[in-house]
């Protein structure tokens, strides 16, 4: 770090419910297994305007959110040997003012970073951490996921091949990595649920079928249930990227009460179990930090290092806004007003005034 570097610009949520400012705060130092990342890009998720708007997650005010960086690292902390000084690299933040990402620069986890290959800016990589552990964690995680095998274990990689698997919302964030891990798995027919202008591209990232999510339940439910019939397999698996209240409904009527079929969820459930039955709904957390998913993550970074290089996991769409970090503020409308599709809002922190 040049030594004329002390401080840097931050996006602070200033109180509980209160409103987002930019102000200075020092650059942090990094520790053991970390390093200092200048972020050159950060992408919007939904969980950035739900903190503001309903007060949850975070206790401790200002607060600095966002989970999603990508950068140059700038220092290495004692125990990181898989970085060095200048290296392009995307990682997954965390909700603690040193580690979020609305910032000129972070304190990185090493564990939870990548090298950035030469195919991908800065704002593509920006676009991958916290979707794409989030799917991770849903689909491979034990305690709070379906326990599948991740597909970088040995021999695991298309191991499901036949088996079908539904993934609610693919043209979300999650949605789009669950779709490509799921391919990666084998599943097969890979059903998913998005509005028709994102056919061609679900289709490219390995979704076999696609329905209109604006078709009545009932209709989504039948389509989806005949696809499977066709596909000669019983369904065990609905990943469930939205999580609203109807489309948690699809998801578990697909799945038959007398199976042991997993409705795999990103907020908390609101189906109802009836006696005896062996479907489950489980929320899934797609921190890497989480004590429960650290192993897995570690895991999954390791080989998402691979598959971004070799193209067998694709970023999002993006979108970048202007302005910097002042530029998240009506970027996090955006995304309030659900006016965000099939599309990753980013924002590039270094452009701040
Ligand atoms: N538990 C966790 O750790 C965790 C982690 C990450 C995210 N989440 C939550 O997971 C949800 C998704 O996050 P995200 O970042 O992936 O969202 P996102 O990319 O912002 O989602 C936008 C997409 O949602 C799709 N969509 C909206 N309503 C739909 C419906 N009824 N059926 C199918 N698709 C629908 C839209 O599809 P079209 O444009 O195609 O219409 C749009 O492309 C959010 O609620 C978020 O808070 C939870």
């Known amino acids: 770090m040049s030594t004329q570097h002390h401080q840097q610009k931050a996006l602070f949520l200033q109180s509980k419910q209160g409103k987002f400012v930019v102000s200075p705060r020092d650059i942090p130092k990094p520790g053991n297994g970390e390093v200092l990342l200048k972020i050159h890009a950060t992408a919007l998720n939904p969980v950035d305007y739900k903190i503001q708007q309903h007060g949850i997650f975070v206790e401790k005010y200002p607060a600095i959110l966002g989970a999603?960086?990508?950068?140059?690292v700038e220092a290495i902390g004692d125990g990181v040997h898989t970085f060095v000084k200048g290296d392009r690299i995307f990682a997954h933040g965390l909700l603690e003012n040193d580690k979020a990402t609305f910032q000129q620069f972070n304190i990185t986890v090493a564990d939870f970073a990548a090298k950035i290959p030469a195919t991908l800016s800065y704002e593509q990589a920006a676009s991958i951490p916290l979707g794409f552990d989030t799917a991770s964690t849903g689909l491979y995680g034990k305690s709070n996921g379906a326990g599948i095998i991740p597909p970088w274990e040995a021999e695991a990689k298309g191991l499901y091949a036949g088996k079908p698997i539904v993934i609610l919302g693919g043209s979300s964030s999650v949605g789009s990595y669950a779709i490509q891990l799921a391919r990666l798995s084998g599943f097969s027919p890979i059903i998913t649920t998005a509005s028709p202008q994102h056919k061609t591209y679900l289709q490219s990232l390995g979704a076999t079928h696609i329905l209109d999510r604006h078709l009545s339940p009932s209709e989504l439910v039948d389509s989806g249930n005949k696809i499977i019939q066709l596909s000669k397999a019983d369904l065990h698996v609905v990943y469930d990227a939205i999580s609203i209240k109807e489309t948690q409904q699809i998801g578990w009527e697909l799945l038959s009460s007398e199976r042991p079929g997993k409705l795999i969820l990103t907020l908390p459930p609101v189906v109802e179990k009836k006696?005896?039955?062996?479907?489950?709904?489980?929320?899934?957390?797609?921190?890497?930090?989480a004590p429960q998913n650290r192993e897995l993550s570690k895991g999954a970074w390791k080989q998402l290092e691979v598959w971004v290089d070799n193209g067998e996991i694709q970023p999002n769409n993006i979108d970048v806004l202007p302005n910097g970090l002042e530029g998240i503020i009506g970027g996090l409308e955006r995304l309030k007003q659900g006016e965000v599709s099939g599309t990753k809002l980013i924002a590039h922190p270094q452009e701040t005034a």
């Open 275 to 289: 006696e005896n039955d062996k479907r489950e709904a489980i929320s899934t957390y797609g921190s890497p930090h």
């Open 68 to 72: 999603d960086a990508a950068g140059v």
